[in-house]
Nanobody
Framework: QVQLVESGGGSVHDGGSLRLTCVGS????????MAWFRQVPGSEREGVAV???????TYADSVKNRFTISRDSAKNSLYLQMNSLTPEDTAIYYC??????????????????WGQGTQVTVSS
């Protein structure tokens, strides 16, 4: 069973940075396609960044050149480095994993495993 646990959320001011961490079950981040999503209450879950098994990354337009997704397989960990944060980035951030390739990597419906989420709040 795949388990994912996020951490690293918090409160920062506009322009600040945070790094989120997702620790997975052994080998998860190495052999699964991994992603970060975010959700504001009352809104749909939004794909933020995806990291394929071959190292290819995909980003939502809203976070390109500000966010970086990466992994450390030895630590079974996935990261999301978030820079130049704005109040519009305020949301609950979720780590997710899927076993197979897809043509819609930023769609939440193709992911089978989810963490519990971590809150990120950016104040102006």
């Amino acid at each position: 069973q795949v388990q994912l646990v996020e951490s690293g959320g918090g409160s920062v001011h506009d322009g600040g940075s945070l790094r989120l961490t997702c620790v997975g079950s052994p080998y998860t981040v190495s052999i699964y396609y991994m992603a970060w999503f975010r959700q504001v209450p009352g809104s749909e879950r939004e794909g933020v960044a995806v990291l394929d098994t071959d190292g290819t990354s995909t980003y939502a337009d809203s976070v390109k050149n500000r966010f970086t997704i990466s992994r450390d397989s030895a630590k079974n960990s996935l990261y999301l480095q978030m820079n130049s944060l704005t109040p519009e980035d305020t949301a609950i951030y979720y780590c997710a994993a899927r076993r197979w390739t897809t043509t819609q990597p930023l769609s939440p419906g193709v992911y089978s495993y989810w963490g519990q989420g971590t809150q990120v709040t950016v104040s102006s």
